[in-house]
């Protein structure tokens, strides 16, 4: 399968002081051809001064997220076949500042990921800073954030989000959604000071449940419950139902004498 | 916790709203529906039967409630809106104190015609 | 050498309308937005109506209603219960899923990946088929002659 394609480039060159503009390239088409290849392929012999950016090419880094057919996604993470169409428009993400072409400036959305206080936070802070064993946590309490974990930061829920389409100063699915991934670590005992943080003018109640965020998500993550479970912690919070929760204690040594019994025992007791 | 507390009544007053406005809705527009299933209302909207339920104090009490929680509902909204459109933090209270001064406005205008008409 | 800034590309308010190409919840959303505001703008109107008209006697309240029987304010009228409708149902769902109900627990991110929404979409659907049998209904009620 050899086809040609024609790329529509968004061209945006800073000193030139124009506005962005697009730029058509012909693509020799192959079969399993990603959107990152087609653009690899055109700065490498058509024009070299695209500017894209990129890293591992396999939807790991979250680099190339970009608005590709009026979608925004991973260029590594999408085909050229899968689109179904000989022309390809490939525009740098909206809701993001442009630095050039298709890079968008990323240090305002870091910001805002770094205001939720991404890190564990645990009152012992003697533990934290010399640890001497790990926190314990079971798998069902893994269960509930560990989906929120594989978040790659690739910027693509915030262009897909309504509110942050208009709201400079909103705090952006993929903030409200790590804040809920610390919140609800069973090990983490600042969830008072991410609230905080989040429930403010411009903060978590500016999400309306468009689900754009999550459906764009090219990790398959789920930012909108994230942010209505967060919601729902806030609004326990506030009428006063929550318990305090105990922060993880740390795992007891295991003890050094013989079991009087013989047979060793393969479950864990819980200890209450 | 401010901002939860306006949205958590946001919520509560969405609820009231719905059943309050369900029953008025359906009082106001399903009137042949409503006699076709044996209740018989006279039309709603005539003088008559208008001023009729303007003198009971349940409606009125009713109808001012539902006045309060909608203006709420409606205002709150609208501001939750704006804000969305980023605006500078001086504009931000300009239009947060004019929808609170026209809200307690309506409600008063509001408030003032049925409890008149209460005696009248 | 000059710093050059990065250049403002938000979508503004047309993108609370498009951003791409999304599928149901995002045209709900706005949908929710555009019914609200439509509401509230009829009620500015209803409050008008319904104090101003009403506190001046029998005379100016019947002239009133011979003016809103015009098919114009009665098809306006129509549109406001549709809209109320929507508003109504599709409200009643943001909450439940606001407060973190009917959205089920985070699972693990298996390709092809579906998100909470798009797993309980058949509850959307089913408010969203309430909605239209509801208009249809009061449709039969304009039609009818009732007001």
């Not at chain 1, 989040?198 to 500016?206: Q, R, S, T």
């Not at chain 2, 208008?50 to 309060?68: C, D």
Request: glycine share 6%; proline share 6%.
């Amino acid at each position: 399968m050899d086809k040609q394609v024609v790329f529509k480039v968004q061209r945006y060159e800073p000193e030139a002081d124009g506005n962005p503009h697009f730029q058509e390239f012909k693509i020799p088409a192959k079969r399993g051809m990603t959107i990152l290849d087609g653009l690899i392929y055109i700065k490498e012999n058509l024009d070299g001064t695209l500017a894209f950016r990129s890293s591992c090419r396999m939807a790991i880094c979250g680099s190339c997220g970009m608005l590709i057919n009026n979608y925004p996604h991973l260029a590594c993470h999408t085909q050229i076949e899968e689109l179904r169409s000989d022309i390809v428009t490939v525009k740098p993400l909206p809701n993001l500042p442009i630095v050039k072409d298709l890079v968008v400036d990323l240090i305002p959305f870091f910001n805002r990921h770094k205001s939720i206080k991404p890190y564990i936070i645990h009152p012992d802070t003697k533990e934290m800073e010399n640890p001497t064993a790990e926190f314990v946590q079971s798998p069902q309490a893994l269960e509930a954030l560990l989906q929120f974990t594989y978040c790659v930061k690739c910027g693509i829920c915030i262009s897909a989000c309504p509110t942050s389409a208009s709201d400079r100063l909103f705090l952006g699915p993929q903030a409200l959604a790590q804040c809920y991934r610390y919140c609800a670590d069973t090990r983490d005992g600042g969830e008072e000071e991410r609230l905080t943080v989040v429930d403010k003018d411009h903060g978590i109640w500016h999400c309306h449940l468009a689900g754009a965020c999550s459906e764009a998500c090219p990790k398959g993550l789920d930012p909108a419950l994230a942010i209505q479970l967060l919601k729902r912690r806030l609004i326990i919070q506030a009428i006063g139902l929550g318990r305090k929760k105990q922060p993880a204690s740390i795992v007891t040594p295991p003890a050094e004498v013989k079991p009087k019994i013989p047979f060793p025992e393969f479950t864990a007791k819980r200890t209450e | 916790m401010r901002n939860t507390y306006l949205w958590l009544a946001q919520l509560v007053t969405g609820v009231l709203i719905a059943v309050l406005l369900s029953i008025h809705m359906v009082l106001m527009h399903l009137d042949a529906i409503l006699s076709f299933l044996g209740v018989d209302i006279k039309d709603p909207t005539s003088w008559h039967s208008m001023i009729e339920r303007s003198r009971e104090t349940l409606w009125a009490g009713l109808y001012i409630a539902l006045l309060a929680i909608v203006l709420y509902h409606a205002l709150n909204g609208l501001r939750n809106i704006i804000l969305e459109l980023a605006p500078s933090a001086a504009t931000e209270r300009i239009i947060t104190w004019t929808i609170i001064v026209f809200g307690t406005i309506a409600f008063v205008w509001g408030t003032y015609v049925p409890i008149r008409l209460l005696s009248g | 050498m000059t710093q050059i800034q990065p250049r403002r590309n938000y979508l503004g308010a047309l993108g609370w309308i498009w951003a791409g190409n999304y599928k149901l919840e995002r045209y709900l959303y706005i949908f929710h937005r555009i019914t609200g505001l439509g509401i509230l703008l009829f009620l500015l109107l209803h409050l008008v109506m319904t104090t101003v008209f009403r506190v001046q006697g029998k005379e100016v309240w019947e002239a009133t209603m011979e003016v809103l029987h015009n098919p114009w304010f009665k098809v306006g009228e129509y549109l406001v219960v549709v809209a109320f409708l929507y508003h109504a149902l599709n409200g009643l769902r943001l909450i439940i899923q606001e407060l973190g109900f009917a959205l089920g627990r985070p699972r693990p991110p298996i390709y092809p990946y579906k998100d909470s929404l798009r797993r309980k979409r058949y509850w959307t659907i089913l408010i969203i088929s309430i909605v239209v049998i509801l208009c249809v209904v009061f449709f039969y009620d304009f039609i009818a002659g009732g007001w």
